[in-house]
RNA sequence: GCCGUAGUAGCGUAGUGGUAGCGCAAUCCCUUGGUAAGGGAUAGGUCGUGAGUUCGAUUCUCACCUACGGCACCA
């Protein structure tokens, strides 16, 4: 064993010490101010604790604060410090697992007694202590059998289950905080006074042991950390900024849309949020008129034999809705969902490959029973629509049709406003039909056909619906949250079950393979998505009411209705405002109401035949012939693809 | 479905073992005002639903419903 090991810097600089120095040594060698801003170190690309000795030759790099890695770093030990905390505070409270995620950490434990939300400003004040102690960090490596009697030994079970599940071939490695230890891979800071306390305590929640539903559930508490404080205080404000933005305190204000109790997880679109729904849904049937769509409308309730008949009784028969009346003696399934409909109207009449492909679309009306849970705003809910088609091709139109999708679709987000779009692909489930070798087939379509998109993909392994892999669509909004919307799956199960086919150029019958997609998925979801993204701010076209027109004084009120019938007139959404009320009390109303454009009229454009113009958000106001305007506006408001 | 929190007038909220206030909105009156709240008056509530404890429950207890924050689920 050579008594030296030779360390490198990212510069290329080549250091010398004796070996088994550690990281903090290194950096105190090199500074002291590197010293006390050194974290950890990594060593050949592997993250390494500062106390920890290097005993071999290896590339090093000296993380600090400033480093992006920091942040992970934090929030781990901060995950840490919760754990003391909490154990301090409530013993006999087991500790399971605490990573790192965005924005902050979490901790998963076990107790009897639920902790409540007025334990977190105690738990915090406790974690606050910690830190201030500057306890010292200490690793040690176990036998694993030791490990697990240990934690067994002191009644931590869920740990002692951790260990054994680790790989034989991996150390055991416990991690040390003044006289409190964990399992843990690490790495950890010298001392917990480094983790800092830019932290905030900020929810609890029930979560199942190992994220599934049959094993015991645990309570978890997050929290989310920074660097410094001024960094948690811009992350609040943006939590802050994106609670205002929340489609359900907008669709209220804005008058959009309601949901009650008789009708859990389903809409009473209003007026406003309708216009808007009909603004989306022609922009959609445009689109597909446009990429040679047909249109179709199918049953809402259809016969049980058909869900049994396609494979989705079996799947999900506790998440429909049935109906049934007394004289008959059968079961209908509210649809869930439309293809099997769809594949009737193929059925009918007899098809030739010539005619594929066949794109039928349809704004399906869905109701599915989602767990009560689950159930979010207009996001998520029970009652539905989609902008649903499905393509009936052969195997080899699965890549062009693709192809094209991706490119609809992308050209459909643009319009909406939305500019990054990401896409997945998720591939074969556990709980699937269909053969391997047509999974493979399918799963190499897709990947094949968004490349030649000019996209890229992620893989989303297991993600994939029971019939085939799906492609998924995910956008980010205004302030950076990703949706997934649209979808494109393959299917070569479906139209074969259901019994359809067409007439090959061989003179055979052949099964089509049918392709599900959806551009918005879900036109309430997309709205909601809509709501946030513009913060209620819609662009023109979609805007529920495009101008108001108020009044300064009664004596314009004529010449307001005229000018109010004029935009009518020419196809601009409305309303009037005679109220006997200050100009200021209007322009505040109009602009709390997110008009996006208001024109106050008093003696002066009466006579003139002008209007006065504020627009949303602008500090100004601008005078505009009557006419001029009206041309203005009408031009603004043509939605995009038709501009 | 599971864990936790909550439900008071159209909306937002205060409060209490002796059946409820406030702000905005609404209605009426005064004011006709030129770009983010002019003034006054009036009306509006079986305090989510059901049961229990109590002389008495909106308040305490239980059950249910719904929503919210998560978990799980999402054809």
Redesign the pocket.
Known sequence: MPEQVTVTLPDGKALTFPRGVTGGEIAAAIGPGLAKAALIITLDGKEWDLFRPIEQDAKIRIITRKDHESLELIRHDMAHVLAMAVQALYPGTQVTIGPAIEDGFYYDFARAE????DDLPKIEEEMRKIIKAGLPTRREVWPRDKAIAHFKGIGESFKAELIASIPSDEDVSIYWHGTWHDLCRGPHFRTTAEIGDAFKL???????WR???KNA?L??I?GTAWRDKKELDAYLTRMEEAEKR?H??IG??MDLFH???VA??QIFWHANGYTLYRALENYIRRQLVRADYIEVKTPLLLDRKL?EASG?WE??RE??FLAEVEDENRTLVVK??N?PAHVQIFNEGLKSYRELPIRMAEFGSCH??????????IM?VRGFVQDDAHIFCTHEQITPETTSFCKLLQACYKDLGFEEVRVKLATR?ENRIGSDAVWDQAEKALAEATTAAGLEYLINPG?G???GP?LEFVLRDSIGRDWQCG?L?VDFNTAERLGAGYIAADGARHAPVML?RAIVGSLERFIGVLIEHHAGKFPLWLAPVQVAVA??????DAYAQEVVAALKANGLRVILDT???????K???H??AKTPN?M???????ENRTI???K??G???E?LALEAAISMLSAEAVPPDLR
């Open positions: 639920p902790f409540t939300p900020t929810k609890i929640s029930g979560a199942y994220g599934d539903a559930q309570q978890r997050y929340d359900r305190k209220k204000e949901i009650q109790e859990t997880g869900w989705h799947n999900y998440h429909m869930p969902m293809c599915r029973y989602e767990p009560s849970g689950s159930l979010h705003g998520r489930p993600e619906a029971f019939y799906k979808t799956q599900h009044t300064v004084v009664a004596d314009a109220e006997n009320q200050t100009v200021n009390y322009v505040r109303q602009s709390l208001l106050v009229l008093g003696r002066r454009e009466a006065t113009l504020r949303l958000g500090e100004g106001q005078s």
